[in-house]
C-alpha cells in the first residue's frame, strides 16, 4: 500500500535512480592539482590577476603588464638565475581546477637571516573569490609534499600574526610557534612557524 503511495509521488522517480544526484555531480568533480607554471593558463592567470586587481590587490600587475616576462622572471626564479637582492631560488606552483587557476604558492629552496626572521620558505595566496572553501589549507598541503620531495626535512612558514586565516592555515599543516619578531618591513608582529616534514 505504501509502494502504490510512493509511485505516485514525484520523489518516487528520483528514488529510484541507481545513483543520487549529488554523488554524480561528485565523481564528475574535477581534480584539484599543484602545478608549474604554463603558458597554456595564460588566460587562466589573467583572469585570477584581474579578479585581484578588481579587489584593489595588485599583487599581479606585472603578469598583465606583460605575461610573457613574468613568466620569465618565475623560470628564472627556479632556476635560480639573475635573482634580485636578497632573493633565493624559489619555485611557484599553481593550485589548478580544471584550467582554472585557484592560487599561488612558491617555495623558497633555503633560508636566509633575513628570510628565517620573516618570508621563510613558502608563501602562498589564494584567489578572493576562491577564498574560505579550504584552498589555503590544502596548497600549503601540496607545497610542504614538494619541499620534502626536494629534501627539505623542516620547513619555516611565516605569516603576520594577525593573519588569523594564515596562521590556522599553518597550525593544520603541524606548524609548530617558534617565536615572533616585529618585522622590518610593515612594522607588524611576525608569527615564525616550523614544520616537521
Ligand atoms: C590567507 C589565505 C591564503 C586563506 O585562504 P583560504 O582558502 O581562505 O583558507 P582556508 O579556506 O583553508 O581556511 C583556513 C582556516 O582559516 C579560516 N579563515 C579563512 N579566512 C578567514 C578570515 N578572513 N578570518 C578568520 N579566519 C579565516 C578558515 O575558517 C579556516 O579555519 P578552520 O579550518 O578552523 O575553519 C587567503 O585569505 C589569502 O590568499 N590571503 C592573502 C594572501 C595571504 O595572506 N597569504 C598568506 C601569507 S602568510
Known amino acids: 500500500m505504501s509502494q502504490t503511495r510512493l509511485s505516485n509521488t514525484p520523489m518516487a522517480h528520483i528514488e529510484s ?12 568533480k574535477q581534480e584539484v592539482t599543484l602545478t608549474g607554471p604554463s603558458e597554456e593558463l595564460r588566460s587562466a592567470l589573467l583572469a585570477m590577476a584581474e579578479e585581484y586587481q578588481a579587489a584593489g ?6 603578469a598583465i603588464k606583460d605575461f610573457s616576462a613574468f613568466m620569465h622572471d618565475l623560470e628564472l626564479y627556479a632556476q635560480g638565475l639573475d635573482l634580485p637582492p636578497g632573493w633565493v631560488q624559489a619555485t611557484t606552483f599553481w593550485l589548478v581546477c580544471d584550467n582554472h ?16 626572521r620573516e618570508g621563510g620558505h613558502i608563501g602562498y595566496d589564494i584567489r578572493p573569490s576562491e577564498r574560505r572553501k579550504g584552498y589555503g589549507t590544502l596548497i600549503l598541503k601540496l607545497t610542504l609534499e614538494k619541499a620534502m ?3 627539505l626535512s623542516r620547513v619555516l612558514v611565516t605569516c603576520d600574526a594577525d ?6 592555515i599553518i ?22 612557524y616550523w614544520i616537521e616534514l
Open 171 to 192: 597550525e593544520k599543516n603541524g606548524g609548530k610557534l617558534q617565536g615572533q619578531v616585529i618585522s622590518d618591513r610593515s612594522g607588524k608582529v611576525v608569527s615564525q
Open 101 to 116: 587557476i585557484i592560487g599561488r604558492s612558491t617555495l623558497r629552496h633555503h633560508l636566509t637571516p633575513e628570510l628565517e
Open 17 to 28: 535512480l541507481p545513483i543520487n544526484v549529488s554523488v554524480v555531480s561528485q565523481m564528475i
Open 163 to 168: 593573519n588569523l586565516a594564515s596562521a590556522r
Open 57 to 62: 590587490d595588485d599583487r599581479y600587475k606585472s
Open 149 to 151: 620531495s626536494l629534501g
